[in-house]
Every structure is written in C-alpha cells, then in structure tokens.
C-alpha cells in the first residue's frame, strides 16, 4: 500500500519528462539525417546558412556568398522551410 502514491508519482515523471524529452531527441536525430545539400538551416548558434558540402559528420554551410564554414552535423537546430512565392495565397496585403 505504501508504495502505491511513489509508483504513480515515477508514472508521472515518466509521462511529464522522459518521454516528451525522448520524442524531441527522436525528432533532433531524424532532422541530423536528413540534411542533404541546398538545405537552408540553422545551427544552435542561431547562424543561417545553405548546406553545401554534408559527410558523415560534418557539413559545410555557406553563410555569405563565397563564405563557408565546417559545423557538425549535430550543431544544425532546425531546417529553414522555402519562402512563399510572392503573390501567393498565404501572403496577405
């Protein structure tokens, strides 16, 4: 009977903080294999760029023109999706 409010506080841990971070971490690592060359990214440290070059490990994204840099492959947050065509639908003005 004692051990019945500590088995539902760990169920609770569970559900609140381990699996949410275990789908973010899912989610990171399915975005790291997917980079290919021509994506536009952004790395944790908030730089933008275009993938041009991607290794195993690393990859080298082009941050000005004629301007690249090497990063690892896990330094990349998020992928940047395409800009709209102007005149489009979901543009309003």
Known sequence: MELIPFVLLLALMWLLLIRPQQARLRKQRELVASIAAGDEVV???????TVRV????????????GVEIRLLRMAVSRRLDPEPAAGSPDQEG
């Open 43 to 49: 790395t944790a440290g908030g730089i933008v760029g």
């Open 54 to 65: 991607v290794t195993d490990d690393e990859l080298r994204l082009e941050v000005s023109p």
